[in-house]
């Protein structure tokens, strides 16, 4: 694997890509799709599979090393399996982020081609509640698909968004399914996204979740985190599996920063909260060199949650909603 030329002003190195392989959903979760809908990309403006392949191929000969396909959902994306082998033929590490509900029509799959690592987004444990969440009822097949996994070995991550008066007295509940699993649980603060009508009297602090998790359980763990993790990383004693707190919001996590999003559409966003975006796909088919634009893109750069020190609607009302821009 070469050494990442794709390096910003402060001199980190990018070598993690996710990739959007659709901004269409087959859940419809208020804090990521706006209730009245989401403008949905052309198919024309779509990248192809084949598309998606080269320029993966670029980043790749650019130093990434780490490739997570994400959506909307990424398993509805016909012939995703496809795209997975031919993704995997790179030598970097695959990971997704996904849904759950179609999982076990892929298993197989990924462990032919050893994609290990995956992403279940998974909000409640209460199966009317969830319901709730995701204006649809498919809890039951979600949760036979993580415990297949985990049967399975796969790594299963729960990301699990907080929201005050929706879900956040789960908290034990979702810590406790990792007393006799390898489960890890990521508990995710309320981020702001165009139309999701955030405001963060409706968020759980960082601070919070440890002060419950702590009360309840008496103590905890803290594990070493990995390079460039986003997340500050837990276990309780005697317990099997761990969990992680995403704190974007009370305690930003951009200091070593090595991630870039690829949209559905083709353009590279250099931060989830960016609002500029740099077009790739009009000038790949048009047959130019992007490692240039690659390169000037990430030069362009913020430290921190695009430069917001707190934030503003004014700035993140610019930005797309979360189904539009990648999970």
């Excluded at 070995?153 to 005050?164: A, D, Q």
């Excluded at 419950?212 to 008496?218: E, I, M, N, P, S």
């Excluded at 599996?241 to 920063?257: A, E, R, Y």
Aim: hydrophobic share 35%; with cysteine; proline share 2%.
């Amino acid at each position: 694997m070469s050494e990442s030329q794709i390096i910003d002003q402060f001199g980190r190195k990018h070598t993690y890509l996710r990739i959007s392989l659709t901004d269409r959903c087959n859940l419809r979760c208020f804090y990521c799709m706006p209730e009245e809908g989401s403008e949905m990309a052309d198919k024309p403006h779509v990248m192809k599979l084949e598309e998606i392949v080269a320029l993966s191929k670029i980043f790749v000969s650019m130093g990434v090393d780490t490739i997570r396909l994400t959506g909307g959902e990424p398993l509805i994306r016909k012939n995703f399996g496809f795209l997975v082998e031919n993704l995997a033929e790179l030598g970097v590490k695959l990971k997704l982020t996904t849904n759950g509900i179609l999982l076990d029509q892929y298993y197989d799959l990924f462990e032919k081609v050893g994609l290990k690592s995956i992403n279940v987004s998974l909000d409640s444990l209460d199966k009317t509640r969830m319901a709730f969440i995701t204006k649809r009822d498919y809890y039951d097949r979600i949760m036979a698909n993580v415990r297949e996994g985990l049967k399975r070995g796969f790594e299963i991550k729960l990301n699990v968004v907080l929201i005050k008066g929706v879900n956040d007295k789960e908290i034990i509940d979702f810590i406790e399914l990792t007393r006799d699993s390898k489960v890890q649980i990521k508990f995710i603060e309320f981020m702001p996204f165009k139309g999701n009508k955030w405001d963060w009297s409706k968020g759980v602090s960082e601070e919070e979740i440890l002060s419950v998790a702590k009360t309840h359980f008496g103590g905890l763990d803290v594990l070493e985190n990995p390079a460039h993790s986003t997340s500050s990383n837990y276990a309780i004693p005697g317990f099997k599996g761990s969990f992680g707190l995403v704190s974007t919001i009370t305690n930003p996590f951009c200091d070593d920063c090595n991630r870039i999003r690829l949209t559905a559409d083709g353009k590279m966003k250099n931060c989830l909260f960016a609002t500029k975006e740099t077009d790739l796909l009009t000038p790949f088919r048009e047959g130019a060199q992007i490692e240039g634009l690659i390169i000037q893109s990430i030069k362009e750069k913020k430290y921190s949650r695009d430069g917001m020190d707190k934030m503003v609607s004014s700035h993140f009302e610019k930005n797309r909603s979360m189904v539009s821009i990648g999970g």
